[in-house]
């Protein structure tokens, strides 16, 4: 395993030898020392996974450092090495120009450790980050065609027309029916798609915990190595903070949740000045905000603000022309990512999913299929391959019929009965795949629901 490349630029000879022999020799980074900004400058294209610069530094030109490292490497992360205490102005400012942590010298060799591996892990991070936005894109893109139920058909319209706005939305829903997915949807098709998406999970968190979470903080002494926090409202700076579960802010957070979206502006904890920021806020909630509401236990103002655009998510139960469809989606997506070959669904596990009640919604589908691909190994999916809870939904008096039995005496069949019979004949030749038993029918795919 490759290993990291640490930068050190200081034109103090003592400083940058004991922070290469701690970092070499004790910690085993491969790091690299400069005496003159120039030096470091050329070394960029070697691309470090940390800087460490001592904040004095300056280009021939007599211009700051900083600011040109940040605009050649913008996801590079900095720790800035000072001699003296900065004041929670500049702290803000260099926070801009990448930097996520300041040191004061003499620098204790702990601090100096941790900084690093923390900086290692932000940068490690943001690169996922990355990855994954391209991922959830594309993975939007496929679950928007899922989407045939007219009830989801309406959750679309109303985030074509929300997408391009910048007013907040309320998503409330079951859990597990997809919340989270609306949200990134929103986000990923709209003009903020190329800044950061930032989800707060608030039912695992404190209030303090919580409040630390969304605003950051901020400590005047360089005591500590992680003195200066970034909260999810300054890191998501130009795109979407998603707060999950909005109903377990206290009043305190409502308030400050509230000020952010009049003013755009926030507080960090424990700092002193207002910081200016251009976030979208949108929240979930699967409790009646609108009984908390009448209760006092939450804001009535922040309340009609959030819900000036509600978005509804129906269960599963409500979708029944997408549950198979979606259920095809990630068995094919797990068939992908474990290397399991797929030969589609028995007719007794699509009914079986079908009337299924799903109260888990769509998470809880998900979890069910990706089991099912690894317990069928191959195989078709079937019945025996469904949790038990799903398997008393399966209708006996839907038995599969052969031609003979249909007709077995003089009563009069309806055609109904015999299109449906032709139906489930026709899954049963194909094996489950419903895109060739449709065209085989010559009939759409969504009638076959």
């Not at 989407?147 to 027309?161: D, P, T, Y």
């Not at 998900?366 to 809870?389: C, Y």
């Amino acid at each position: 395993m490759a290993k990291h490349l640490v930068h050190i630029v200081d034109h103090e000879d003592s400083a940058r030898k004991m922070i290469l022999q701690k970092l070499q020799k004790d910690w085993g980074f491969d790091a690299t020392g400069f005496a003159t900004a120039e030096a470091a400058l050329k070394a960029l294209d070697a691309f470090p996974d940390v800087f460490l610069l001592n904040n004095t530094m300056t280009s021939v030109e007599g211009e700051a450092l900083l600011p040109i490292i940040h605009e050649r490497k913008p996801e590079l992360p900095v720790i800035l090495l000072t001699e003296a205490d900065l004041s929670e102005s500049a702290v803000e400012d260099i926070g801009n120009l990448g930097v996520v942590n300041v040191l004061g010298k003499p620098i204790a060799p702990a601090l100096l450790h941790s900084a690093v591996e923390s900086a290692l892990l932000f940068h490690t991070v943001s690169r996922e980050n990355s990855r994954l936005r391209d991922v959830i894109e594309r993975r939007i893109i496929e679950v928007q065609l899922i989407a045939e139920s007219r009830e989801m058909q309406l959750v679309q319209r109303l985030i074509e027309k929300v997408r391009g706005k910048d007013i907040p939305v309320l998503i409330t829903g079951e859990a597990g029916t997809g919340k989270e997915m609306v949200a990134r949807t929103i986000h990923f098709q709209g003009k903020r798609r190329r800044h950061a998406f930032i989800f707060v999970r608030s039912a695992s968190l404190s209030q303090d915990e919580l409040e630390h979470q969304l605003f950051g903080s901020v400590s005047k002494t360089l005591a500590s190595a992680g003195h200066r926090r970034t909260g999810a409202v300054e890191e998501a700076d130009g795109g979407t903070v998603f707060i999950d579960e909005i109903g377990n802010l206290g009043p305190a957070l409502q308030e400050r949740v509230l000020h952010l979206i009049h003013k755009k502006r926030f507080r960090r904890v424990g700092g002193s000045q207002d910081i200016k920021t251009d976030v979208r806020i949108i929240a979930s909630s699967t409790r009646n905000l609108k009984e908390m509401v009448k209760k006092h236990s939450f804001r009535e103002d922040l309340y009609y603000l959030l819900a000036s655009y509600p978005i509804h998510v129906p269960p599963l139960r409500e979708r029944g022309s997408d549950i198979v469809r979606l259920a095809e989606h990630f068995a094919r997506i797990t068939s992908e990512e474990q290397k399991i070959p797929i030969r589609g669904f028995s007719l007794e596990a699509i009914e079986a999913m079908y009337h299924y009640p799903w109260p888990g919604n769509v998470d809880e589908l998900e979890s069910v299929i990706r089991s099912a691909v690894a317990s069928a190994a191959g195989d078709i999916i079937s019945l025996k391959h469904l949790p038990a809870a799903a398997q008393p939904f399966k209708d006996a008096s839907m038995e599969l019929e052969t031609e003979g039995k249909l007709f077995h005496d003089d009563k009069i069949v309806s055609l109904d009965r015999i299109k449906e019979q032709a139906v489930r004949r026709a899954v049963e030749i194909t094996r489950g795949n419903l895109a060739q038993t449709a065209r085989g029918l010559e009939i759409s795919r969504s009638t076959l629901y």
